[in-house]
């Protein structure tokens, strides 16, 4: 099946630091590539939607400066999230999909901010 | 917007069927999905329906999809300890982007 890796799986910085998480499809050319969030308990939120060579499409009340996407290839989609602080801990999931097909989901990285 | 519903908890006994229901407001879905996340990990998918079937089985696992209720369920046979986990439904409208939207997630509590 159609596998979507994520790395790194856990990272831990300090306040300040501006973090890059990867997303990689790695069996497939995925025309789009969506971040989520989640906190603890709670569900994955949306936060934005890329295609490849385009610019992000951000959910509302998601920082665009804050939270930089770029989808360079078909198999590749980075979240950079900048200065970041504790209350950006939580945990990162990307998926990819192809045009009418389901989403394939990576594992998470869980983000932590001390 | 979309909105997805599901109960928050949901507790049987070993070997029991648990039935982990859904329901969602998008009429234009495509692709309806159930995913289980355990303590501390990722979304693993366990199975999806198209909005066309009403019914998918998957060895324990069975999807029933009342389109015309916008009601989705997944009835786990056998119940086992691994199950315990959350269960996510999700469903994918027709959109340009195709956006997933998650319910709340099901905590299923499996006892020995």
């Known amino acids: 099946g159609a596998v979507v890796s994520q790395h790194p799986s856990w990272v831990i910085c300090k306040s300040g630091t501006s973090v890059k998480i990867e997303c990689r499809s790695l069996d497939f050319q995925a025309t789009t590539m969506f971040w989520y969030r989640q906190f603890p308990k709670q569900s994955l939120m949306l936060m934005a939607t890329?295609?490849?060579?385009?610019?992000?499409?951000?959910e509302q009340g998601v920082e665009k400066d804050k939270f930089l996407i770029n989808h360079a290839s078909l198999t590749l989609s980075t979240l950079t999230v900048t200065s970041a602080h504790p209350e950006d801990s939580s945990f990162y999931i990307c998926s990819a999909a192809k045009s009418n097909q389901p989403q394939h989901f990576g594992d998470g990285t869980r983000l932590s901010i001390l | 917007g979309e909105d997805v519903e599901q109960s928050l908890f949901l507790s049987v006994r070993e070997g029991d069927s648990s039935v982990i229901n859904c329901t969602y407001t998008d009429s234009s879905s495509t692709y309806l999905y159930w995913y289980k996340q355990e303590p501390g990990a990722g979304l693993q998918l366990l199975t999806y329906i198209f909005s066309n079937m009403d019914m998918k089985q998957d060895q324990r696992l069975t999807v029933l999809l009342n389109k015309k209720d916008k009601h989705l369920s997944l009835r786990i046979a056998d119940t086992q300890t691994g199950d315990s986990a959350i269960y996510f439904c999700a469903e994918q409208n027709s959109g340009g982007y195709q956006k997933v939207t998650f319910g709340t997630g099901t905590k299923l509590q499996v006892i020995p």
């Open positions: 890329s295609n490849e060579g385009s610019k992000a499409t951000y």
